[in-house]
């Protein structure tokens, strides 16, 4: 009896958490392949600068450096596409979304 009154206690706190935490939509990024993700930097303005093995850096003027270490055939996560292109390469949610759907143009 007292497991059932603790586990309904706590399932109400977690609700109550839930609903007091506001929803964040988050855009689905799509697991691309390497060679894929490496023609977008392109398009962004990276240019390779060393390679040694399947690990390559990439850099662009006034853009973080990235780093990739897949093969061109491998799979690249949704999670690694969103932070190269969000957190390193410095677009905003929206624009990378776009580009990665081949919506987005360059803004000058």
């Not at 690249?76 to 979304?97: F, H, I, M, S, Y």
Request: aromatic content about 4%; hydrophobic content about 30%.
């Amino acid at each position: 009896m007292t497991g059932t009154l603790v586990d309904a206690a706590r399932s109400r706190r977690q609700q109550a958490v839930q609903e007091s935490v506001p929803s964040r939509v988050v855009p689905q990024f799509p697991r691309l392949k390497c060679r894929q993700l490496i023609g977008l930097l392109k398009q962004l303005g990276y240019t390779l600068d060393r390679q040694q093995g399947s690990h390559r850096q990439f850099v662009a003027d006034g853009r973080e450096r990235i780093t990739l270490s897949y093969a061109d055939g491998d799979d690249v996560p949704p999670g690694v596409t969103r932070k190269n292109l969000v957190q390193l390469a410095g677009l905003e949610e929206d624009e990378a979304k776009r580009l990665v759907e081949g919506r987005w143009k360059p803004t000058s």
